[in-house]
């Protein structure tokens, strides 16, 4: 394989981690000084205000605001690194190399940053369970017994529907929540969560035997998913389904990832056996992604709805 095999491939192909250090160590001074001659604000600017075209001198001056003189150092650094070529009568062009490398450094920042938000909201739901357990917060939360699960009245609600079937164990969930990402998305809907709250559920349950108490899923058994986003007053297309939720009691626990679902679920179901003043209610459970921006479905942050009406 060749160099310009590799470069297409858009991964260069290290044995494993051991390589990649010996590669780094046998390379420190190279590196070092490539990350050297990118050190500086401006030169990223530069690179990235040539992304999408080439420009001249004098437009690149314009829209950075600096000296000529300024501006010729640093696109001569980045001409002598490999990152922007000259072209014919003073227009500049981001490299290959350059457009490689924004491109991927931004992707790495972004990955990072997301990763960072993810620790720092797995953080703030593990002291949010504590103080939902140990205080007692709002008046319209009843704190019950001494464990995490709490009764509550989740509102009339006005949501729009996005459903999916699947023919596998997790086929559905990703398929519906595509479609409600596609459309609520572009509108600015999951900078607010407060507002724009995202339930779940299954539409219809997957069969369960309860012999082997194992599910039966397949082309001949097939199961369903629904979401829900709240929209309160939202104005939207008659291409969505649109649904009003009426209010209901439920009991309700946290959770952290898919995997911890069904163990939630078998905690409530418990809970509700052995109390006294409540019993299993008829309307929809509910699993509610409190943090829809975490796409790893080992991170994802749940309170699960079980409902329950008073004896």
């Known amino acids: ?56 001198f004098g437009d690149l001056q314009e829209k950075l605001r600096i000296a000529k003189t300024s501006l010729a150092n640093h696109i001569t650094t980045l001409v002598d690194c490999g990152l922007v070529e000259k072209k014919e009568r003073g227009f500049y062009q981001i490299s290959f190399d350059g457009e490689d490398f924004l491109t991927s450094s931004a992707k790495s920042f972004l990955e990072i940053k997301v990763r960072e938000q993810e620790k720092l909201e797995t953080l703030r739901l593990r002291y949010e369970a504590l103080i939902n357990k140990y205080t007692i917060l709002g008046s319209d939360i009843k704190m019950v017994e001494k464990d995490s699960f709490k009764i509550v009245t989740l509102p009339e609600m006005r949501v729009v529907s996005f459903h999916a079937m699947g023919e596998s164990l997790g086929e559905p969930e990703p398929k519906a929540g595509a479609k409600l990402y596609a459309w609520a998305e572009p509108l600015g809907l999951y900078e607010k969560p407060e507002k724009h709250r995202v339930f779940g559920f299954n539409n219809p349950d997957p069969k369960f035997n309860k012999e082997t108490k194992e599910f039966i899923i397949d082309k001949d058994n097939p199961y369903g998913y629904e979401f829900w986003m709240t929209i309160d007053d939202l104005e939207v297309d008659n291409e969505v389904t649109v649904k009003t939720i009426p209010e209901g009691l439920f009991v309700t626990k946290n959770c952290i990832g898919v995997d911890d679902l069904g163990k939630t679920y078998q905690d409530l179901m418990k809970w ?3 109390s006294k003043d409540y019993d299993f209610g008829h309307h929809q459970c509910l699993e509610e992604n409190t943090n829809p921006i975490i796409s790893d479905g080992n991170k994802i942050p749940f309170t699960i709805y079980f409902p329950i009406k008073e004896n």
């Open 272 to 274: 509700i056996k052995e």
């Open 1 to 56: 394989m060749n160099t310009a095999e590799m470069v297409n491939m858009g991964n260069m192909p290290f044995h494993n981690k051991e390589s990649i250090q010996m590669f780094i160590l046998e390379s420190l001074d190279d590196i070092s000084n490539f990350h050297k001659a990118l050190d500086h604000p401006t030169r990223l600017e530069i690179l990235a205000r040539l992304l999408t075209e080439p420009m001249e």
